[in-house]
């Protein structure tokens, strides 16, 4: 069984099991498995697909800001000092902290102002939780990245782990490019372009494909994902 760990803001811990795959996302999971045999055996090898979520809003875009060209373990700790520090999940509360209290969650300067530039979107109306959801998949990622700081992969990881999109293919992550390789013999790691032409017949299932090759990944290195890491 695959764990997530929650702390709260009195210093309690929760953990509980990931949830299961939906049951639309099982049936995508079964017609990729009868596409691609290799997609369809990573489940047998690695395990059961966690179901990963991230809260939708202000929050699971500042996280996929967190994570920016970083291993999931020091995001992780950077999330978990944020999530601890009053205000720091909430737009308005996160332009009122000075940038210090940023700092010492770990944040650099780069990502202080980023953040900073998110959350002022939010609270001015310019991103909107709701209106996001509503939008095609290329419009929310268009509306993302109008925002300094947010590029495509922030803004695909949003849709795919907050909006739990089932065709968004975030081409640029490193880890998926290292998985498809090892999955498929590649003689090196694929650059986007080419990660994302692999992609192609896995539509409109490109999301749960993504899954499936982090999780193969995870299993192949033994490295957690972000949302596995137990608190300090």
Do not use: C
């Not at 849709?159 to 065709?167: H, I, K, P, S, T």
């Amino acid at each position: 069984m695959i764990y997530q760990f929650f702390s709260h803001f009195d210093g309690t811990k929760t953990v509980v099991p990931f949830p299961h795959p939906p049951a639309s996302a099982r049936a995508g999971l079964a017609a990729l498995a009868a596409a691609d045999p290799d997609l369809g055996r990573i489940e047998a090898t690695a395990g059961p697909l966690p179901w990963r979520r991230r809260a939708d809003g202000f929050p699971g875009l500042l996280q996929a800001i967190v994570g920016q060209q970083i291993s999931n373990q020091a995001a992780a700790a950077i999330w978990r000092r944020l999530h601890a520090t009053p205000g720091a999940l909430r737009p308005e509360g996160l332009l009122a902290l000075p940038d210090e209290a940023l700092r010492l969650a770990g944040l650099s300067r780069p990502k202080i102002a980023h953040a900073r530039a998110l959350a002022a979107a939010f609270a001015e109306g310019r991103l909107d939780a709701a209106a996001l959801a509503a939008m095609a998949d290329t419009d929310a990622v268009a509306a993302i990245v109008a925002v300094r700081g947010m590029g495509v992969w922030s803004a695909e990881i949003y849709l795919l782990f907050a909006l739990e999109r089932f065709d968004v293919f975030p081409a640029g992550d490193l880890a998926l490019a290292a998985a498809a390789a090892h999955l498929k013999g590649l003689p090196g790691r694929p650059g986007p372009a080419a990660l994302r032409a692999l992609a192609q017949p896995w539509q409109p299932w490109r999301a749960l494909a993504a899954r499936l090759l982090w999780h193969h990944w995870r299993q192949v290195t033994g490295r957690p994902a972000m949302d596995d890491l137990p608190p300090a």
